[in-house]
């Protein structure tokens, strides 16, 4: 198997159904004809991408602290195949029961996107791309943009529910 090319397409695809997501926040934008208006789980969902976008800057250009195993020499820590697949994956996670009501479907979608993930993961290791150090610390940045995002958006919309 081309693990390089596998994972590849796993990024795109996430990449993909990040774009579900700006579409519907765009629409709903226009709908209502205000921005204030726009769920806030799609509202808040730019500020962890431009954390991890300000991640990746960082330390691909200023702190380089590993390289990829194949000796290439490129900066391999964190990896962003897993960064941004685990971002993405989980961004959708904790925003999708907004828009699908069926517990069954949720769960199925959280599954499938949990295999995918596993599957960056191990294969960008597979791919000779990244160390299991590398793997682990996209990880730990997705898990932290996740709960920015969940303080921000998720938490912040059932406290505005429980208000009213």
């Not at 709908?31 to 806030?40: E, F, M, P, T, Y």
């Not at 938490?155 to 208000?163: D, E, V």
Request: contains cysteine.
């Amino acid at each position: 198997m081309n693990w390089d090319l596998a994972t590849d397409v796993i990024l795109y695809a996430s990449f993909a159904i990040l774009a579900v997501f700006v579409i519907l926040g765009i629409c709903q934008w226009i709908k209502r004809k205000s921005l204030k208006k726009v769920d806030c789980q799609l509202l808040w969902m730019p500020l962890p991408l431009a954390l991890m976008a300000i991640t990746y800057v960082i330390f691909d250009k200023f702190l380089i602290l590993n390289t990829r195993p194949d000796g290439s020499g490129e900066p391999s820590f964190p990896s962003t195949h897993v960064m941004v697949v685990a971002t993405i994956f989980l961004l959708v996670a904790l925003a999708i029961p907004t828009y699908i009501k069926s517990k069954l479907a949720c769960t199925t979608l959280d599954i499938i996107m949990l295999a995918f993930l596993v599957l960056v993961s191990v294969g960008r290791i597979f791919a000779n791309q990244h160390w299991l150090s590398d793997v682990l610390g996209g990880l730990a940045f997705a898990l932290i943009f996740a709960v920015i995002y969940y303080l921000t958006a998720i938490r912040r919309k059932k406290h505005a529910q429980h208000l009213h």
